[in-house]
């Protein structure tokens, strides 16, 4: 009994073996490209943390001054968003450019 039990284990094992060997290569591909665009946003990413923290200092500013102040935060976080659209789409277009290259290369074989 114990050694048909140890046997299904070891299937059991070896199949799970074979399923992750299979993912493997997938898993891989996807860590590389949420990498990629990790460090391709993390400048912008890093910028807008910043305006947030300023933000705090518009409300902690007299009433009287609030909407002024609002403004001035909205117009100085604009360049910081459109910055970070810009790195969205330089990746998008490198992952694009990379596809067509793999693709390419793929047909070449």
């Not at 992750?20 to 912008?44: C, N, Q, V, Y």
């Not at 007299?62 to 990746?91: A, C, H, L, T, Y």
């Amino acid at each position: 009994m114990g050694k048909k039990s140890k046997n299904v284990i070891t299937e059991i094992g070896d199949e799970l073996k074979k399923i992750g060997e299979t993912i493997k290569p997938h898993l891989d591909k996807a860590d590389r490209k949420i990498r990629d665009f990790d460090e391709a946003i993390e400048p912008s990413l890093a910028a807008l943390g910043e305006k947030f923290k300023e933000l705090g200092g518009v409300f902690k500013s007299p009433m009287s001054e609030f909407s002024q102040r609002m403004k001035e935060w909205k117009d100085s976080v604009k360049p910081v968003i459109d910055d970070m659209g810009k790195s969205v789409r330089d990746w998008k277009k490198t992952e694009k450019k990379s596809g067509k290259k793999k693709e390419i290369e793929k047909r070449k074989s």
